[in-house]
C-alpha cells in the first residue's frame, strides 16, 4: 500500500505541472479570428484551374522557363532561405535532444602536493576515468514546449522559402514581360522610323517641285528627328532589364534570350475566382506566419513553465585510483537527484511570461493582418486583371482605327484634298495607338502574373519526370 501511495503521488507530481501549464497558454493564448466566408466567390470556377497550375504549366515559354529554372537555382536570396531551412532543422535536433538524457566521459588526472609547517610532505596523486549519465524529467513541459517551438520554427523557414521562390517566379516573369514588351516598342518605333523617312522624301520632292511649302518639309524632318531619338533611350532601358534579370538569375549581365510575342487575344478572363476560401489560406507566405504564430504559443508554455520547480536525476560512475596500475580495481559511483525552484527574483520570470504573451499576441495580429491582406490582394489583382484586359481590347480597336485613319489622310493627301500636316497628325496618332497598344498588353501580362501569385501560384518544385 505504501508503494501505491508513492506511485499516486509521483503520478500528481508529474500531471499536475503539465496539465496546469497547458490550461495557462489556452487561456492567454487566444486564437486567431478569421471569419474567412466558405467561398470567396460564388460564381464562376477559372480560377481554381489556375491556382492547381505549376508555374512550368502556367509559364510555357521555353526561355522563360529556363530564366525561372536558373534564378530558382543561382538566386542569392534562394540559397540565403535554403541556409536557412538547414539551420532551423539543426536547431529543432538540439530541442529535441533536450528531452533525452545525456551521457559525458571525462577523463582526468591531477596531483596535490601538501607541505604543511613541521609535517612531513604529502603528495596525492589521483587518475580518474568516469562517465556521468544525466537526465532531466520534463514534469513542466519545458523542453516539450521547447521540441513544438523548434518544429515550428523550422516549418516557418520552410514556408519562408516557399514564399521566396513564390515572389522570384512572379519578378522574373514580370521583367520578362517587360522586356518582351521594350522589344516590341523599339520595333515599333524602328517601323515608324522606316515612314517617317519615306516621308520626309517625299516631302523633299513636293517641295522642291513647288506642291508644297517649305513648313511642310521642316515638319516632316521634325517628326523624322522625334522618332529617331526614341531608339537610343528604348535600347538603354532593353539592357538595364537585361541586368535586371541577370542579377535575378545571379549571373553578371549578358543578353537575355527571348522569343515570345505577347498577344491578348490568348489570355482567358477571370471575372470572379468561385474559389474556396481556404485555398487563399495555403499560400506559403500565410503559413509562415501561422507557424510564426505555434513558434510564440510554444514560446509562451516554455517562459509559463520557468516559473515552476526543475527535476534533474545525475548519475556518475567509472574508476579512480592513484595510479594506472590499479585503477581498473577501484571503482567510483556518484547519485544526485535534484530539484530547483526559483523562490524570489524580483518577478522576473512572471515578467518574461507576459513578454512571451505579448509576442503571441503580436504574432496573431501578424498572422490576422497577413490573411486580410491575401484576400486584398486577390480582389485587386482580379479587378486589375479583367479591367487590363477590356483597356487592351479597347487600345486594339483604336489601333484599328488610327490605321484605317493614315491610310485615308495619304489617299487625301495625294489628291490635294488635305495639307501633309493633317498627314502627319494621322500618322502620330497611329503610332501613339500602337505604342498604347503594346503597353496596355503588357500591363494585362503583369496584372496575370500578380493573379497567379495572389492566388498562391509558383512555390511548388518540378521533378525531373515533370522537365521531361
Given at each position: 500500500?505504501?508503494?501505491?501511495?508513492?506511485?499516486?503521488?509521483?503520478?500528481?507530481?508529474?500531471?499536475?505541472?503539465?496539465?496546469?501549464?497547458?490550461?495557462?497558454?489556452?487561456?492567454?493564448?487566444?486564437?486567431?479570428?478569421?471569419?474567412?466566408?466558405?467561398?470567396?466567390?460564388?460564381?464562376g470556377?477559372?480560377?481554381?484551374?489556375?491556382?492547381e497550375?505549376?508555374?512550368?504549366?502556367?509559364?510555357?515559354?521555353?526561355?522563360?522557363?529556363?530564366?525561372?529554372d536558373?534564378?530558382?537555382?543561382?538566386?542569392?536570396?534562394?540559397?540565403?532561405?535554403?541556409?536557412?531551412i538547414?539551420?532551423m532543422?539543426?536547431?529543432?535536433?538540439?530541442?529535441?535532444?533536450?528531452?533525452?538524457?545525456?551521457?559525458?566521459?571525462?577523463?582526468?588526472?591531477?596531483?596535490e602536493?601538501?607541505?604543511?609547517?613541521?609535517?612531513?610532505?604529502?603528495?596525492?596523486?589521483?587518475?580518474?576515468?568516469?562517465?556521468?549519465?544525466?537526465?532531466?524529467?520534463?514534469?513542466?513541459?519545458?523542453?516539450?514546449?521547447?521540441?513544438?517551438?523548434?518544429?515550428?520554427?523550422?516549418?516557418?523557414?520552410i514556408?519562408?522559402?516557399?514564399?521566396?521562390?513564390?515572389?522570384?517566379?512572379?519578378t522574373?516573369?514580370?521583367a520578362?514581360?517587360?522586356?518582351?514588351?521594350?522589344?516590341?516598342?523599339?520595333?515599333i518605333?524602328?517601323?515608324t522610323?522606316?515612314t517617317?523617312?519615306?516621308?520626309?522624301?517625299?516631302?523633299?520632292?513636293?517641295f522642291?517641285?513647288?506642291?508644297?511649302?517649305?513648313?511642310?518639309?521642316q515638319?516632316?524632318?521634325?517628326?523624322?528627328?522625334?522618332?529617331?531619338?526614341?531608339?537610343?533611350?528604348l535600347?538603354?532601358?532593353?539592357?538595364?532589364?537585361?541586368?535586371?534579370?541577370?542579377?535575378?538569375?545571379?549571373?553578371?549581365?549578358?543578353?537575355?534570350?527571348?522569343?515570345?510575342?505577347?498577344?491578348?487575344?490568348?489570355?482567358?478572363?477571370?471575372?470572379?475566382?468561385?474559389?474556396?476560401?481556404?485555398?487563399?489560406?495555403?499560400?506559403?507566405?500565410?503559413?509562415?506566419?501561422?507557424?510564426?504564430?505555434?513558434?510564440?504559443?510554444?514560446?509562451?508554455?516554455?517562459?509559463?513553465?520557468?516559473?515552476?520547480?526543475?527535476?534533474i536525476?545525475s548519475?556518475?560512475?567509472?574508476?579512480?585510483?592513484?595510479?594506472?596500475?590499479?585503477?581498473f580495481?577501484?571503482?567510483?559511483?556518484?547519485?544526485?537527484?535534484?530539484?530547483?525552484?526559483?523562490?524570489?527574483?524580483?518577478?522576473?520570470?512572471?515578467?518574461?511570461?507576459?513578454?512571451?504573451?505579448?509576442?503571441?499576441?503580436?504574432?496573431?495580429?501578424?498572422?490576422?493582418?497577413?490573411?486580410?491582406?491575401?484576400?486584398?490582394?486577390?480582389?485587386?489583382?482580379?479587378?486589375?486583371?479583367?479591367?487590363?484586359?477590356?483597356?487592351?481590347?479597347l487600345?486594339?480597336?483604336?489601333?484599328?482605327?488610327?490605321?484605317?485613319?493614315?491610310?485615308?489622310?495619304?489617299?487625301?493627301?495625294?489628291?490635294?484634298?488635305?495639307?501633309?500636316?493633317?498627314?502627319?497628325?494621322?500618322?502620330?496618332?497611329?503610332?501613339?495607338?500602337e505604342?498604347?497598344?503594346?503597353?496596355?498588353?503588357k500591363?494585362?501580362?503583369?496584372?496575370?502574373?500578380?493573379?497567379?501569385?495572389?492566388?498562391?501560384?509558383?512555390?511548388?518544385?518540378?521533378?525531373e519526370?515533370?522537365?521531361?
Open positions: 500500500m505504501r508503494n501505491i501511495k508513492y506511485i499516486i503521488v509521483l503520478i500528481f507530481v508529474i500531471l499536475i505541472p503539465s496539465v496546469f501549464i497547458s490550461c495557462a497558454v489556452k487561456n492567454n493564448c487566444k486564437s486567431p479570428e478569421l471569419n474567412i466566408p466558405e467561398s470567396y466567390y460564388e460564381n470556377l477559372d480560377s481554381v484551374s489556375l491556382i497550375k505549376k508555374w512550368w504549366e502556367f509559364y510555357t515559354d521555353p526561355h522563360l522557363q529556363r530564366l525561372i536558373k534564378t530558382l537555382a543561382n538566386n542569392r536570396d534562394m540559397k540565403i532561405a535554403l541556409a536557412n538547414t539551420k532543422a539543426e536547431l529543432n535536433r538540439i530541442n529535441t535532444s533536450y528531452l533525452l538524457p545525456e551521457l559525458n566521459g571525462t577523463i582526468s588526472g591531477s596531483r602536493t601538501n607541505d604543511y609547517y613541521q609535517e612531513k610532505e604529502i603528495i596525492d596523486d589521483e587518475l580518474s576515468v568516469k562517465a556521468t549519465l544525466s537526465w532531466e524529467l520534463d514534469f513542466r513541459g519545458a523542453l516539450r514546449w521547447g521540441r513544438k517551438k523548434g518544429i515550428s520554427e523550422y516549418l516557418s523557414s514556408e519562408a522559402k516557399k514564399a521566396m521562390q513564390m515572389t522570384l517566379v512572379a522574373v516573369a514580370s520578362y514581360f517587360e522586356l518582351v514588351a521594350l522589344d516590341n516598342e523599339l520595333d518605333v524602328k517601323r522610323l522606316i517617317r523617312r519615306e516621308g520626309v522624301s517625299q516631302a523633299k520632292i513636293r522642291e517641285g513647288g506642291l508644297t511649302s517649305e513648313t511642310s518639309y515638319q516632316a524632318q521634325v517628326e523624322l528627328a522625334s522618332t529617331a531619338a526614341l531608339i537610343p533611350e535600347e538603354t532601358k532593353i539592357a538595364i532589364k537585361e541586368s535586371e534579370i541577370a542579377l535575378l538569375s545571379g549571373e553578371l549581365p549578358n543578353e537575355q534570350k527571348r522569343s515570345m510575342v505577347m498577344n491578348n487575344k490568348e489570355l482567358p478572363t477571370y471575372k470572379n475566382v468561385g474559389l474556396p476560401a481556404e485555398l487563399i489560406l495555403r499560400r506559403p507566405d500565410v503559413q509562415q506566419a501561422l507557424q510564426e504564430l505555434n513558434a510564440a504559443k510554444a514560446q509562451v508554455g516554455i517562459k509559463h513553465a520557468e516559473r515552476f520547480p526543475k527535476v536525476i548519475i556518475t560512475g567509472g574508476v579512480e585510483n592513484d595510479d594506472w596500475t590499479n585503477i580495481k577501484s571503482p567510483f559511483s556518484y547519485t544526485l537527484g535534484s530539484i530547483t525552484a526559483p523562490l524570489f527574483n524580483f518577478g522576473r520570470n512572471k515578467a518574461k511570461f507576459k513578454a512571451a504573451v505579448a509576442e503571441y499576441e503580436q504574432a496573431r495580429m501578424k498572422y490576422e493582418k497577413k490573411v486580410l491582406t491575401c484576400f486584398k490582394e486577390v480582389n485587386d489583382a482580379i479587378i486589375t486583371y479583367n479591367n487590363a484586359h477590356k483597356s487592351s481590347l487600345k486594339s480597336d483604336l489601333r484599328d482605327a488610327s490605321r484605317k485613319y493614315v491610310n485615308l489622310a495619304r489617299l487625301q493627301y495625294i489628291n490635294g484634298v488635305i495639307n501633309y500636316l493633317d498627314v502627319l497628325d494621322a500618322q502620330r496618332k497611329y503610332f501613339d495607338a505604342i498604347g497598344l503594346n503597353n496596355s498588353i500591363n494585362e501580362y503583369l496584372a496575370l502574373v500578380q493573379l497567379y501569385k495572389a492566388l498562391g501560384g509558383g512555390w511548388e518544385t518540378p521533378s519526370t515533370d522537365k521531361q
